[in-house]
C-alpha cells in the first residue's frame, strides 16, 4: 500500500512561491504507468485537479493553473514537488499529494496579504 506524505510551509504572503513536498513510501514513482497528482480543496469548496507528473517524467497541468505551477520530482528520494509562483489569496486550500488510488493526509496552505 503506498503511502504519500504532504508537507509545506503553511503560511505564504501573497505574490511569493509556493514550495510542497509528497514524500511517498510503499511504491516506486516511477512504477510503470504510474502518475502522482496533486489536487487542492479551497475552503468550502470542491477538489480541483493541478497537475501530475507520471512515471516516465512527463507533467501535465490543469490550462487555468499551467503558467504559474511546476511538477517535479527527486526519483532517489521518493519525492514529488509542487511549486506555484505568484500566489493570491484564493490558492488558500489544503493541498493533496494522490496516486495509485491513495491519499496523503493533506496540507493546509494560507497565503496572506
Known amino acids: 500500500q503506498v503511502q504519500l506524505q504532504e508537507s509545506g510551509p503553511g503560511l505564504v504572503k501573497a505574490s511569493q512561491t509556493l514550495s510542497l513536498t509528497c514524500t511517498v513510501s510503499g511504491a516506486s514513482i516511477t512504477s510503470s504507468y504510474s502518475a502522482w497528482s496533486w489536487i487542492r480543496q479551497p475552503p468550502g469548496k470542491g477538489l480541483e485537479w493541478m497537475g501530475v507528473?507520471?512515471?516516465?517524467?512527463?507533467?501535465y497541468y490543469s490550462p487555468s493553473l499551467k503558467s504559474r505551477t511546476s511538477i517535479s520530482r527527486d526519483n532517489a528520494q521518493h519525492t514529488i514537488f509542487l511549486q506555484m509562483n505568484n500566489l493570491k489569496s484564493d490558492d488558500t486550500a489544503i493541498y493533496y499529494c494522490h496516486a495509485l488510488d491513495s491519499w496523503g493526509q493533506g496540507t493546509q496552505v494560507t497565503v496572506s496579504a
Open positions: 507528473i507520471t512515471y516516465d517524467g512527463s507533467t
